[in-house]
DNA sequence: CGTCAAATTGACAAGGTTCAAGGACCGTGG
DNA sequence: CCACGGTCCTTGAACCTTGTCAATTTGACG
């Protein structure tokens, strides 16, 4: 089995979770849609479009497993990631017709496909959705202040922690553990940096002690400490119970 | 009249035409109800908060003049400003209960707002504020390319194409030229440089004959030209009548 | 005319890039 | 089982963009 597609032989599971993480209240209505989604899959391989800029949005998507990506080229070949798409990710949500993607999205492993259950379905499906878009909101606001204000390290850092803790919600994390299916390449187009810088600043990290990545497995040594040494706050978008 | 609050005399013409602009099949119910919401103003002063990281947001805003920006403050005091908000803008804008404002936002020049008509008041407007929101995600994303890719001198025209194209939208801008209310320490806080050197690169792109900027008013020599020379295209979030 | 924030300047340091080359890893085919 | 090819990772040295520090000037305004 694959190691990024972990979830292959019973696939949704991520999905249903995060799902089920943002709004707990998920109805019956809702779960039903949901199931009779992801009956109905497809696979996008590595490098394929999975929406791209300019082209009307035809459809939501609900991601099942693998990993995409959102990407601006510019026309000198330079290139900007602007976040990740990961298992129980929303593709393409929004609330008005004739919609046009402002970016592309490509996948970076196999990416398992389904598409999401319209939101009048239920209302409490149409809130988890609310949140979930909430949260990628968030997610670029904290993009902008990786790129803007942290250097090479803290952007590193504090992009592994991210992937750390939105992997957790989706139960694909196992403490500081997950497979990291990126290139160094391609973690360099995400932070505005060099593959060379952050071959570096990837080593001095190890020798720091901080993370261990072979292959595909990256495990952060103290997530929690790391997080305090960068002044890293989670992402949230709605009032946690007390 | 202060440069900055062009519209004091008839406030609102800005944000109206920024929704229509959005939607131009905006009804009479969505322009009654912003009539009678634009008819109860406040004003908020420079540095104070509009929007507070972490606290419930409780209304939308609908900015009718002024100029504010949505800022993440680092523990050491770093600052990133993620966008600017300028006439016509939505604040808070989201779909579900007891939504946490994931950012901060204050206000740079004297900003007026009003409560923004409720999305229920019209199916019109909703498409208004769903667009709008596409939008302001767009310029999110615009940012962060911006940040992750440019250097120092496309950083700087690219934002103030920006600016541009938003402020000629609500009709804030004479060809090329609009009041421009920021320092250059506010540029820098947005674009993820120093004062020291936003400063030098404007004092260059004034020698290179690409703008005027004394005061506050700012005139891009040839905005064309410009984007060309960088490669910016516009934010487009709907397809445009061919 | 004095005051304060903003803009400007210079010298120097640092973080990150570029270029170029070598080495490790992995799946494929003989 | 091994050789092959490709992709990714690793390393060094020179270079360049941007940051830092500190001082000076400008401009708005009471």
């Not at 239920?122 to 909101?137: C, V």
């Not at 497995?217 to 997080?227: F, G, S």
Request: hydrophobic fraction near 45%; charge should be neutral.
């Amino acid at each position: 089995m694959p190691a990024s597609r972990a979830y292959a032989h019973d696939p949704g599971v991520p999905a249903l979770r995060r799902l089920l993480a943002l709004n707990p209240a998920l109805d019956d209505d809702a779960l039903a849609a949901l199931r009779v989604a992801i009956a109905r899959t497809r696979t996008v391989r590595p490098h394929r479009e999975l929406m791209s800029e300019g082209r009307d949005i035809v459809e939501t998507l609900l991601v099942l497993d693998g990993w995409a990506a959102r990407v601006r080229q510019l026309a000198d070949g330079r290139r900007q990631i602007m976040n990740f798409i990961l298992p129980g990710d929303l593709i393409g949500l929004c609330d008005y017709d004739q919609p046009v993607a402002s970016s592309t999205i490509v996948a970076i492993t196999p990416v398992t496909i389904c598409t999401a259950p319209d939101r009048s379905v239920s209302p409490s499906l149409a809130r988890a959705y609310a949140i979930s878009r909430a949260m990628d909101e968030a997610h670029l606001m904290a993009q902008i202040t990786r790129l803007g204000r942290l250097n090479a390290h803290e952007r590193i850092a504090d992009l592994l922690l991210e992937l750390l803790e939105r992997l957790s919600l989706v139960g694909l994390a196992t403490g500081g553990s997950f497979v990291m299916p990126l290139t160094q390449e391609v973690v360099a187009d995400a932070l505005g940096l060099t593959s060379v810088h952050v071959n570096r600043m990837l080593q001095q990290a190890r020798r720091a002690g901080e993370l261990v990545w072979s292959g595909r497995d990256l495990m952060l040594t103290a997530p929690d400490d790391l997080r305090g040494a960068i002044g890293r706050n989670p992402v949230q978008v709605v009032r946690r119970a007390e």
